[in-house]
């Protein structure tokens, strides 16, 4: 399905990213993943040519908007195009109610999640736009859909990615890109790990029992949703904000 196409996912070395990449790689795409550590970066890509697919690695952070014009420049140069920008780099930041929420956190949570995501979409559309064909997917939440108690910054950022997507979507619509957002539901992944270790089993457990289906999601779960918003199977929809929660938003 992506035989030949490039596609580029930033926070690519874990979580719902990483199960994409390999998703991708069964599909014959080649793979630039940028995300912050060498070393994870590194054994990704070998474990990805052992599958058989063409792989690259950039360690960039996405707030910083040279280090995400050097990904675009190294993947060009690389691969010679890019067909799909997968951007899941994200962090949930703490857990605290509105009034004790650190501003320094709030700040941190936006920078990542929208500033990042905002930077990665700026440099790859004007290349979308001289070939005028590209498909983004962004993840945003059902956090981006709804609100999320404790977590202001993570849900605030998530309803940014929301808006940042339908308005792009409206934007590039006529110029053969489309801009989709996933919105998923806890999905287990280091992201989700992370929470647990820090938080008591009693809260974990609460947000496992909210979800109807009574479970966590998959990464590969996501991966489905990911690559069929990002392939021709989807080629009317833009725009669209596409919920994975075991029913969660339907309770
Ligand atoms: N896991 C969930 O329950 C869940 C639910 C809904 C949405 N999401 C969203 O899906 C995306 C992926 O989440 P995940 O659960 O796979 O998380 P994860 O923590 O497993 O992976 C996130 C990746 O992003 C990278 N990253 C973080 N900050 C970065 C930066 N500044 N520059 C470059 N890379 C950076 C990390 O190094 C990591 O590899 C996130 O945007 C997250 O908000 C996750």
Known sequence: MFQNQVVIITGGCSGIGKAAAFRFAKEGAKLFIADLSEKAGDELVEELEKMGAEAAFARIDVTDAEDVERMVKDCLQKFGGIDVLVNSAGIIGPRARTERYPLDEFRKVMEVNVVGLFNCMQEVLPHFLTKKSGSIV????????????????????????????????????????????????????????SAMLHDDTNYLDALQNAIPMKRFGQPEEIAEAIVYAASASSSFMTGHTLVLDGGLMTS
């Open 138 to 193: 962004n993840l945003a939440s059902v956090a981006g859909l709804g609100g999320f108690a404790s977590h202001v910054g993570y849900a605030a950022s998530k309803h940014a990615v929301v808006g940042i997507t339908r308005t792009a979507a409206l934007e590039y619509a006529k110029h053969g890109i489309r801009i989709n957002a996933i919105c998923p539901a806890f999905t287990m992944t280091p992201m989700l790990e």
